[in-house]
C-alpha cells in the first residue's frame, strides 16, 4: 500500500471509529438526554459500521465474507434511525411510540433471520442479486419519509426568504448528509463511473468532522436538539396567558390526582395541558420561580398534610407512598423543605391542636 491510499485508508477509518465514539457520546454521556439523541446515537452507530465495512473491504478483497453481511445488516438500520431521529424532534416525541418498536423489532427479526438461513458467504448471488437492493430500496423510503418531514425546514433552508435557525441548520445538515451518503452508496452499487464505495467513506468522515467541528466550537448546544423553539423561551408570558395556563395546571392536578403518580414526568404533565415540555418548563421556571419537581411536590405535602390532620390510622410512611413520594426519605425531606418541620412534629402538633 503506497502512502496516498494509506492516508486515504487512515481518514476512511478514522471517520468510521469516531462516528463510533459520537454515536455513543449521544447514548451517555450527553448532558440533557434529549430523546432524539439515542436515534442520532444509533443512527451514527449503524453508518460507522457500513463504513468500516466498505473501508475494510476497499483495501482487503480477501476478508471473509461475513464483513459484507454485517456491513448490509446495519446498513438496513440507517433510514429507520434518521427518520425517527428526525421524526423525533419535529413532533417533540419524548417516549418511543409502540409503532416504532414494533417496526424496528419486525426489521430485526427480519434480517437476523435472512442472515442465519441465507449467510452471505454461502449465497452470494442472492444478496448482491436481491437482498442488497431491497435494503437500499428501505433506505431510500425512510429518506423520502424524512424528508417529508422535515421539509418546512428544508425549505427554509434552500430558498433563504427566511434565515434559519441554528437548530433548523443542524437537522438539515444532518437529512443532507445522509441524503448524499446515499446517492454516493447508490451510484457505487450500480457501477456509475468515478464512484466507488470508497467515496462514501470519505463523504462520511467529512460530514463527521463538520459536526464535531460544530459541537466543539459552540459553547452552547442545546438550541441545536429543539427545533421547535419554546414559546416563552428567556421571558415571562403576560398575565392573561399565564392566569389560563395556571388554573389548567391546577385543574388537571387536582381533579385528577396527577401528583399522586410517582413517576409523573414533565412530558407527562406537558401533554395533559396541551403544551410543550418546553414551554412547561420555561413556565414554571420563569413565571412560577420553580422547577416541575418542586411544584409537583407542594401538591404532595399539601395532600400528605390534609391526610395527617384528619387521620391517626395511617403510617407516616405509607402517607408519603399515596401522595406520590417514591421513598420515605423523599417524603420526609421535601416534606420538612416545605412546612419547616418534620411529619412527625407536624402530626404531634395537630393532635395537639
Known amino acids: 500500500m ?16 469516531n462516528g463510533i465514539i459520537l454515536g455513543i457520546y449521544f447514548f451517555f454521556f450527553t448532558k440533557k438526554k434529549y430523546f432524539g439523541n439515542y436515534f442520532l446515537g444509533a443512527l451514527l452507530l449503524a453508518l460507522s459500521i457500513r463504513i468500516a465495512k466498505s473501508v475494510f473491504i ?20 440507517i433510514g429507520p434511525f434518521l427518520y425517527y431521529f428526525l421524526k423525533t424532534s419535529v413532533k417533540e416525541i419524548h417516549a418511543m411510540p409502540k409503532s416504532w418498536k414494533l417496526t424496528l423489532i419486525f426489521w430485526g427479526i427480519l434480517i437476523i433471520t435472512v442472515g442465519i438461513l441465507f449467510p452471505y458467504k454461502n449465497y452470494p448471488k442472492l444478496w448482491n442479486h436481491y437482498f442488497v437492493y431491497f435494503i437500499y430500496l428501505q433506505w431510500f423510503v425512510y429518506i423520502v419519509f424524512a424528508g417529508f418531514t422535515i421539509k418546512e425546514v428544508l425549505k427554509k433552508i434552500v430558498s433563504r426568504k427566511q434565515k434559519a435557525n441554528p437548530a433548523e441548520m443542524w437537522f438539515g445538515m444532518i437529512y443532507l448528509g445522509n441524503t448524499l451518503l446515499f446517492i454516493f452508496y447508490f451510484l457505487a452499487l450500480i457501477n456509475a463511473p468515478f464512484v466507488s464505495y470508497l467515496s462514501g467513506s470519505i463523504i462520511f ?12 466550537y459552540r459553547k452552547k448546544t442545546d438550541d441545536l436538539f429543539l427545533l421547535n423553539s419554546p414559546k416563552y423561551s428567556g421571558k415571562k408570558i403576560d398575565l392573561a396567558e399565564e392566569t389560563i395556563l395556571l388554573q389548567k395546571l391546577e385543574n388537571v392536578m387536582i381533579e385528577k390526582e396527577l401528583y399522586k403518580n410517582p413517576n409523573l414526568t414533565l412530558q407527562d404533565l406537558s401533554k395533559e395541558i396541551t403544551i410543550s415540555s418546553h414551554q412547561l418548563s420555561q413556565f414554571l421556571n420563569n413565571n412560577l420561580g420553580k422547577n416541575f419537581t418542586s411544584y409537583v411536590n407542594e401538591f404532595r405535602i399539601n395532600e400528605a398534610c390534609k391526610i395527617i390532620t384528619s387521620n391517626t390510622k395511617l403510617t407516616l410512611e405509607s402517607i408519603g407512598y399515596d401522595v406520590g413520594f417514591n421513598s420515605k426519605s423523599t417524603f420526609f425531606s421535601a416534606f420538612k423543605k416545605y412546612t419547616g418541620t418534620t411529619p412527625l412534629n407536624y402530626q404531634q402538633q395537630a393532635l395537639l391542636a
Open 58 to 77: 476497499h483495501f482487503d478483497p480477501t476478508l471473509p465474507k461475513t464483513y459484507l453481511q454485517i456491513g448490509l445488516s446495519a446498513c438496513f438500520f
Open 2 to 17: 503506497d502512502t496516498s491510499k494509506e492516508l486515504l485508508f487512515f481518514f476512511s477509518a478514522l471517520g468510521a471509529f
Open 205 to 216: 468522515s467529512f460530514i463527521l468532522y463538520l459536526i464535531i467541528s460544530i459541537l466543539l
